[in-house]
């Protein structure tokens, strides 16, 4: 029998928490508890308005913190929530084989660099973000290069991530994993159409369904497809826009204000519905409604909502 690893899983980025990062973690912390391991999930509360919140979520052991506490103020809560991790894990540091993380230039981050400096645990990263090849692109190698200091080893879900985590920068390409994405192939499949979700939209069957499960964040490219839904709506008058998701990062980074405003602007509202995050669990009701999925991306790492976009018989149109 496999000897039983304890993992921590740190990631801020997790159910219920719609994105790609959060159902990455919770698929691989549910899978290695199946295969005998411990893994403890150090996340941000989504929950309930606990400063610290336990939670069982099939066998995975998760703790979460309260992000922001209005009384002190965003960035002084971010500070709160570094030092609360930083605590956690220099108490359980003997407890822990090894720590995961899946941050890049954020919390994570900073707590990974202090707790490698002090204790040199053992840790893996998953490179998850197009942030990555950005940076890289630029020739950020010094910036980058304090950042390759923390891993003792990384794992890259696309072959460019995984190149470019070991060229023109100070880490081993021998120290790096090609790890494809993947999707939980029982849960996403072709099924019928969900008619209680189409009557709670006010849809019907007849209705052309364009979904987006993607995250407000520039990058990904939500303004382009709203300023298409005019020309679309023009052409083809019964079609809907399905927009799954919303942003919790740095301002500078959000699209969300444009592309509410440009849908009030023009008068949109009857054809664009805005669900916010919705659980990974229940997407797939959406791809069985949904006609088409696009994914109007400026760059990408690898999309795992085209992966269950395509694993649900749904077509994607990508840029």
């Not at 940076?135 to 072959?159: G, M, Q, T, V």
């Not at 927009?243 to 509202?269: A, H, M």
């Not at 009701?285 to 400026?298: F, K, M, N, R």
Request: proline residues 3%.
């Amino acid at each position: 029998m496999k000897n039983k690893l304890h993992i921590c899983m740190l990631s801020l980025d997790f159910i219920p928490n719609s994105g790609g990062v959060a159902a990455h973690v919770y698929e691989l912390s549910k899978n290695l508890v199946k295969n005998g391991n411990s893994i403890t999930v150090l996340t941000i509360n989504r929950w309930n308005n606990n400063f610290i919140y336990k939670k069982n979520i099939e066998g995975i052991n998760v703790i979460s913190f309260l992000r922001n506490i209005e009384f002190f103020g965003k960035i002084f809560s971010g500070l709160i929530i570094i030092f609360v991790l930083l605590y956690h894990l220099a108490k359980n540091k003997k407890r822990y084989d090894l720590i995961h993380w899946h941050g890049f230039k954020g919390i994570e981050t900073v707590v990974m660099e202090i707790i490698k400096f002090i204790f040199d645990v053992k840790n893996v990263w998953t490179n998850h973000t197009s942030h990555y090849i950005q940076a890289h692109s630029k020739k950020k190698f010094s910036e980058l290069n304090r950042l390759l200091k923390i891993p003792d080893w990384i794992i890259a879900p696309s072959k460019e991530l995984a190149i470019k985590s070991a060229k023109n920068v100070n880490f081993e390409e021998n120290m790096v994993s090609y790890v494809f994405n993947g999707v939980d192939v029982n849960k996403f499949k072709p099924k019928d159409k969900n008619k209680n979700l189409l009557y709670d939209l006010d849809l019907n069957e007849k209705t052309k369904i364009i979904i987006s499960t993607r995250r407000f964040e520039k990058k990904n490219g939500l303004r382009y497809l709203v300023k298409a839904i005019p020309k679309v709506i023009k052409a083809f008058p019964e079609s809907r826009f399905i927009i799954i998701g919303d942003f919790e990062g740095p301002i500078e980074l959000s699209d969300k204000n444009y592309i509410i405003n440009y849908v009030k602007k023009y008068q949109l509202n009857n054809n664009v519905i805005f669900t916010g995050n919705i659980l990974n669990e229940n997407l797939v009701d959406y791809y069985s409604i949904a006609d088409l999925t696009v994914l109007p991306s400026l760059i990408e790492a690898v999309s795992i909502s085209g992966l269950e976009s395509i694993a649900c018989g749904v077509p994607i149109v990508g840029s």
